[in-house]
């Protein structure tokens, strides 16, 4: 009994053992951006550790294997549980070192990580276990572990626990194997009293840790955001974050800025009303993205509008831009007026399968800073949206900072004219991100600026609508290749073009 539950224990410890890979990763990525970069070199550096770990297993003496597995399970539960929490807060209040403790972080994690198969699989020998069941056993539950928990960190730990909580709670698994292991085999190791008593109080501290988990990530965000938080929430897609100052509420995803409610009329209205004062009588609009109903607002204004439909991926968006009376009064209560269909699900997909046509396409995406959103700036996704666009209608993209990011905004221009589509660059200042772009495209090229407003506006008139389409002599038109599937060259260009800013 006591060998197969130490079998079980290998399913456990590598579940945990891929679950901090994985939220080491998932948190690189939300605070740094660039998924891909992110999750290969956490992935990289971890599984360089576990190599250098499994070598250095040989060091452990065959005397003291069992005891050293145990304290080697209670270092992991205490430094992997820790560990989001650990980094976390380093990014909010040191972030300067972040990258540094990142992979030291990783590095030590795999290490010891590194040590646990082949210590296990040297206990089992101890037990005189046959070489060739032992591998196979061992081996099988390494790699069933690893399947259970990436199909259970993605679908229900990060969206609902967090990763602080998810740290801590691989913690206390890590630990809970130590403390059986230390139960079971008490007449085999030296000082079985002292492992129970510091296996007890690692337990405690973790679960300390994730008791407290809510209180060190408000704490942390604090740090990251500076303003009072009103709204966080993880949901399977994102890490959503609403803060308050005086009165400027502002909405960031993945720690980055989506809008500033001092100055988001400056970037809706511009995002909608040239394209759409120039079709008279456009009855049917599309939006995809713009979850926070701030287009769909000033689409509203127009009054030959009959339906807006709005395509987002994240239920818990638009859920909380419907029932949040701040954000409500914000979007002026557009996401529940009778005109909309809201329907959450990926944009390419949805447009695969259905077949209306529409008079006006807005697409408010977020910046193209990875590769799953580079995707819905490609060739192919233009295409598809242009096969729902009417003969004389209009699409318009939001397309990032034609100034702090030339090549991105003038790849994004020539996508669009590869899809087939007559484009009209524009930009607009939003003192929140400064100028900002959008390009209007279209199956006819005769757009013309339209000279009157008919719609409230806070921020356009006919003058102003017209300088949008002027760009200045330091600001010229770039020639740059498409974004396509297989190279996603924006996202390179993105990254490159904000990292001189930065810098």
């Known amino acids: 009994m006591r060998d197969r539950a130490l079998i079980l224990s290998v399913l456990i410890v590598a579940s945990c053992g891929l679950g901090y890979e994985l939220i080491s990763s998932a948190l690189a990525s939300y605070l740094l951006g660039d998924s891909i970069l992110q999750f290969s070199s956490v992935i990289g550096c971890y599984l ?8 250095a297993s040989r060091y452990v003496e065959d005397d003291d294997v069992l005891d050293r597995f145990i304290d080697l399970e209670m270092l992991i539960g205490l430094l992997g549980g820790a560990s989001a929490a650990i980094l976390f807060l380093v990014f909010a209040w040191l972030s300067t070192p972040f990258r540094t403790a990142l992979y030291v972080m990783v590095f ?22 046959e070489f060739r069941e032992l591998v196979s056993r061992v081996l099988t539950f390494d790699y069933l572990g690893a399947l259970v928990v990436s199909l259970v960190f993605p679908l229900l730990l990060a969206p609902h626990l967090g990763l602080l909580r998810t740290s801590f709670l ?9 403390l059986w292991t230390a139960s079971a085999f008490r007449t085999e190791l030296t000082q079985p009293r002292k492992q129970l008593a510091r296996g007890v109080l690692v337990f405690g501290v973790l679960a300390t840790g994730l ?15 500076g303003d009072e938080i009103v709204h ?25 800025l989506q809008f500033s409610s001092r100055d988001e009329h400056r970037y809706h209205e511009a995002l909608v009303h040239p394209g759409l004062q120039a079709l008279p009588g456009a009855r049917r609009v599309l939006v995809l993205g713009g979850g926070d ?46 005109r909309v269909t809201v329907v959450n699900d990926d944009a390419g997909r949805w447009l695969e399968s259905n077949r209306d046509m529409y008079d006006f396409i807005v697409v408010d995406f977020p910046d193209p800073s990875n590769f799953g959103i580079g995707r819905l700036y490609s060739v192919p996704m233009f295409r598809l949206m ?59 090229g005769d757009y013309a600026i339209p000279r009157k407003l008919t719609v409230p506006t806070r921020f356009l008139d006919a003058e102003t609508m017209r300088e949008l389409f002027v760009f200045p002599k330091d600001n010229p038109r770039l020639t740059m290749p498409a974004n396509r599937l297989d190279e996603q060259t924006l996202v390179r260009y993105f990254d490159e073009d904000w990292r001189r800013v930065i810098r």
């Open 232 to 256: 966080a929430e993880s949901t399977p897609f994102q890490r959503l974050i609403v803060t308050r100052w005086q009165d400027d509420l502002r909405l960031y995803i993945n720690g980055n």
């Open 386 to 444: 242009k096969r729902h666009l009417s003969a004389n209608g209009y699409l318009v993209v939001q397309s990032t900072s034609p100034y702090f990011a030339p090549r991105s905004f003038w790849s994004i221009d020539a996508t669009l004219r590869e899809a087939g589509l007559h484009t009209w660059p524009y930009h607009a200042d939003v003192p929140s991100f400064g100028d900002w772009g959008f390009i209007l495209a279209g199956h006819r």
């Open 170 to 178: 691989f913690g206390l698994a890590n630990t809970g194997v130590a």
């Open 48 to 55: 360089f550790a576990m190599g250098i770990g499994s070598w």
């Open 293 to 338: 109903g701030l287009a769909v607002r000033e689409i509203l204004k127009t009054q030959s509008v009959e339906h807006v439909t709005l395509v987002d991926l994240d239920p818990a968006m638009t859920r909380m831009f419907s029932t949040s009376s701040e954000l409500v009064a914000l979007n002026h209560g557009s996401l529940k007026d009778k």
């Open 211 to 225: 008791a407290f988990s809510g209180r060190m990530t408000a704490w942390a965000e604090k740090g990251v955001y």
């Open 108 to 129: 030590l994690i795999g290490l010891m990580v590194g040590m646990e198969i082949p210590l296990v699989m040297r206990i089992f020998n101890r037990r005189r276990a």
